[in-house]
């Protein structure tokens, strides 16, 4: 097991230098002068020249990719072009909200996405197998942003039951410990922003929660039946275990398997949907500004979001990868 | 011919599937005669008649069936026209992946070695950044615009087909009839391209249905964060995008796009699903 996690770890270098290398390149991809497209129209030749020399841009390529992993190397990530202060720093302001969005969102679709699947397994052919089989692969095909806007128009809109857009209503406080506000309002014994938070999450969870939930429900369905039919289902059956029993203790343990695999490589998809989703809901998170940088393009917080999912991602597929092996003898031996 | 026959009995079993297909014809006729089909010019504005509900509201009038926009364009016609910039972009994005992908896995699986470790290097580069993320940096280089999104979809695509490409080359390339030809003196070329690449092509076929349904569904979500297409051209997400305004006084607006990019992506999805039962059983439930 050693070996693998060694090898394993190795293997992330190159991944890890490939992706400096892209987001590094992506200032000198764009057409024109980096400066001159921060400053806009408007500016002289002087301060595209200063700004040239502040970043670094007057220099070979290759010293200005070494000084790019040096300053990486210290945590230094740069500055907002727009806002002058440090992108970790902004980074670190909206990251809570995108994992408080994105948790619950999973959540929903775990719970949901492995209850349908169960009973599509067990039930198969029936009208509910069909019915939660073509929704799954509706859910698959809906924009996330239109069943967002849906969602809005319905609950918010026509029967007031859920706020439109946003984080926490603003007659709310909430003190700043984790960041996530469901745990820092509870931490805080604060309950009535503890209903607020929870009511401002329900839609956009559903609505980024919609696609990983149908694809959760296939795996399982799948999982399920392959497990089902397998010899020791039917001693299980034989030794007179109850239905539940069997498919709750038998079945369901070794289906897991794939299913938490794909819960974990989903992780990618889960943020392409919090992109789309925060854009929609106003949600306070990193989707929603780095787009906001893209239209004013600030390339060093797009250069550094970009850097910094990416590794975060490196570092999931790691683990899933980890947990796989050890789950899995078959992998770790090979 | 009678492959053919076999294949078209064996598609039709799956009713959903035959459902997608038609679908998707009607969509493609749709595109090609939308000139005829819509009652009105996507782009001509007419301040006089702007948000009316559609036909079957108290308040809408049967000139416009869906309705009209904040600019008085008329929504039937714009979701008409827009059928042909999905079908566009879903068509450039899966030529680029194709084709870039394709070259990249059989050259990958042919060679093997350090040519294959290097490829697939780059796959997996590709692969660590979340696809919307890599495409919005590649919008970023090249500006916002439907040329810039359809490239960058394009080139998120390209990893999935490389894989499956290679996966499917492996499994053929020691095969008899390979060596065979190889022995009777066929160039690497002719042994990549016209031996063994018509025996893989199963996969490559479902996987291609499949990433049309997605790459429209990027495109619209692109043009919906106001990163793909640019008003006034009738995208029906960058449409969803000018509605949200909208929401609480012309629901109307938010609706019918979202139908239009759900019903393609569905009929997409199913059209693969059918597929992927006849061409290549195997790969179904995974």
Request: hydrophobic letters at 55%; a neutral charge; proline letters at 5%.
């Amino acid at each position: 097991m050693f070996s693998y996690i060694v090898k394993r770890l190795l293997w992330t270098i190159p991944t890890l230098f490939g992706v400096t290398l892209l987001v590094f390149s992506m200032v000198h991809l764009t057409p024109g002068d980096p400066a001159a497209a921060i400053l806009g129209d408007k500016a002289n030749k002087q301060s595209i020249a200063d700004l040239r020399a502040q970043m670094g841009l007057d220099k070979p390529l290759y010293m200005q990719y070494f000084i790019y992993i040096k300053n990486l190397s210290h945590g230094d990530f740069g500055k907002s072009a727009n806002s002058d202060e440090e992108v970790m720093t902004e980074f670190m302001d909206r990251f809570p909200a995108t994992v408080e969005l994105s948790m619950v969102a999973m959540f929903f679709a775990i719970i949901l996405g492995i209850g349908a699947g169960i009973v599509s397994a067990v039930k198969r052919y029936s009208i509910f197998d069909y019915g939660s089989m073509f929704g799954a692969l509706a859910g698959v095909s809906m924009p996330v942003f239109w069943l967002g806007l849906v969602l809005i128009y319905f609950f918010s809109v026509r029967l007031e039951w859920l706020p439109v857009s946003g984080r926490l209503g603003y007659q709310f406080d909430i003190d700043h410990i984790t960041g996530l506000y469901l745990v820092d309002s509870l931490l805080t014994d604060n309950i009535p922003a503890f209903w607020d938070a929870l009511k401002h999450l329900i839609l956009p969870a559903i609505a980024l929660g919609t696609i990983p939930m149908a694809i959760i429900a296939r795996m399982t369905r799948s999982s399920m039946i392959e497990v089902m039919k397998e010899e020791y289902i039917k001693t299980a059956r034989a030794k007179g275990c109850s239905r539940f029993q069997v498919i709750f203790i038998h079945a369901l343990r070794n289906a897991m398997m794939p299913v938490v695999t794909i819960i974990g490589l989903m992780l990618g998809s889960l943020f392409a949907g919090a992109i789309l989703t925060e854009t929609t809901f106003s949600w306070p998170g990193i989707g929603k500004w780095l787009v906001n940088a893209v239209y004013q393009r600030d390339f060093p917080v797009i250069q550094s979001t970009t850097l910094i999912i990416a590794i975060i991602f490196i570092i999931v597929n790691f683990i899933v990868d980890l947990l796989y092996a050890f789950i899995n003898p078959k992998i770790r031996l090979s | 011919m009678e492959q053919l026959f076999e294949f078209i009995k064996q598609y039709k079993k799956n009713k959903a599937a035959v459902a997608g297909f038609i679908v998707v014809v009607l969509l493609l006729l749709t595109a090609i005669f939308a000139p005829i089909v819509a009652p009105y010019s996507p782009d001509i504005q007419n301040l006089a008649d702007r948000l009316i509900p559609p036909m079957w509201d108290a308040k809408g009038v049967s000139s416009h069936i869906l309705g009209t926009d904040d600019f008085g364009r008329d929504l039937f016609s714009r979701i008409i026209f827009g059928s042909r910039i999905s079908l566009m972009v879903g068509a450039i994005s899966v030529g680029v992946s194709l084709s870039f992908g394709l070259v990249m896995g059989i050259v990958a699986a042919y060679f093997g070695g350090k040519t294959d470790l290097f490829i697939m290097r780059i796959v997996d580069i590709m692969l660590s950044i979340p696809a919307i993320l890599l495409a919005i940096v590649i919008v970023s280089i090249l500006g916002p615009s439907l040329f810039s999104a359809m490239t960058a979809i394009g080139i998120v695509g390209i990893p999935t087909y490389a894989r499956i490409v290679r996966a499917s080359v492996l499994a053929e390339r020691e095969k008899e009839y390979v060596i065979a030809s190889r022995i009777n003196g066929s160039s690497n070329i002719r042994l990549m391209f016209a031996v063994i690449l018509p025996n893989c092509a199963s996969p490559i076929i479902v996987q291609a249905t499949m990433g049309f349904a997605s790459a429209v569904l990027e495109a619209a979500g692109l043009s919906f964060l106001g990163l793909g297409a640019q008003p006034p051209t009738p995208e029906w997400g960058a449409m969803l995008s000018d509605s949200l305004e909208f929401i609480t006084t012309a629901s109307w607006m938010i609706f019918y796009p979202g139908v239009a990019i759900f019903l393609t992506v569905l009929s997409f999805n199913l059209m693969g699903d059918g597929l992927m039962d006849v061409l290549d059983p195997k790969l179904k439930d995974k």
